[in-house]
């Protein structure tokens, strides 16, 4: 059974920092894509940041470039996102998720995480 858990949410002040983490089990870790997405109340996921089954190439939102940094430890399997310079808009629920190959649409991730709660105030 594949399990996705997040975890490293938070209430935080504009400007703040915090550290997601993902821990994965049930699969081969290192034969999936990874990406965070996020979903504020009435809204679809937004697509966050990826990162490639090495973990050699990252590929992010505009909104979050510069800001945000995913990596990953296939020893650990374990994904992480960096966040950096919080802002109030990136108040949201995020979501780590697996994939067979890279991508920025939610139908090519297979795998979904229960999802932890990031709140930024101003």
């Known amino acids: 059974q594949v399990q996705l858990v997040e975890s490293g949410g938070g209430l935080v002040q504009a400007g703040a920092s915090l550290r997601l983490s993902c821990a994965a089990s049930g699969l081969t870790f290192s034969n999936y894509a990874m990406g965070w997405f996020r979903q504020a109340p009435g809204k679809e996921h937004e697509f966050v940041a990826g990162i490639t089954r090495s973990g050699l190439s990252t590929y992010y939102a505009d909104s979050v470039k510069g800001r945000f940094t995913t990596s990953r430890d296939n020893a650990k399997n374990t994904v992480y996102l960096q966040m950096n310079s919080l802002r109030p808009e990136d108040t949201s629920i995020y979501y780590c998720?697996?994939?067979?190959?890279?991508?920025?649409?939610?139908?090519?991730?297979?795998?979904w995480g229960q999802g932890t709660q990031v709140t930024v105030s101003s």
């Open positions: 998720a697996a994939a067979r190959g890279p991508g920025t649409r939610s139908a090519l991730y297979n795998y």
